[in-house]
């Protein structure tokens, strides 16, 4: 199964992806907010493995930011970046003309997702083993 340096990994592959996509065109940023809320959510559930918490299946930032805040209450601070991020897993992927972004607030989420995964590796870096979880929770 997967652990952390797996996750934190993958979170900072997307983080990289957002980064280059935004310095294609307009028509890029949707593909890279949406990367943010999976730096934001790969970030989270990469703490919930520290934990050797279940990874739940859910793409809900604010039930994973929850989950986190019961191990340790400095994940308060991330709240109002889980908030920005939260709807982009969804209105990014699919057209909607209701829906659109610009580089700004593009470059605003990057630095969401970047200090999201900040935090989580400086809360999880300080130990020398990494802690799997083996089970998938379907909450």
Known sequence: MPGLKDWIAK????????TKLIKDDDYTLDLAVYHTHQVAEKALKAYLVFKQQPI??????EKLLNECKKYDHG????QEEVETLAPFAIYSRYPDDRFSVDREETI???KHAEKILKFVKEKTVSTEKSPQTKIF???
């Open 11 to 18: 979170a900072s592959a997307d983080l990289r992806g957002a």
């Open 56 to 61: 739940l299946r859910t793409h809900d930032l």
């Open 75 to 78: 994940f308060d601070q991330l």
């Open 108 to 110: 605003q989420a990057i």
């Open 137 to 139: 929770s379907n909450e």
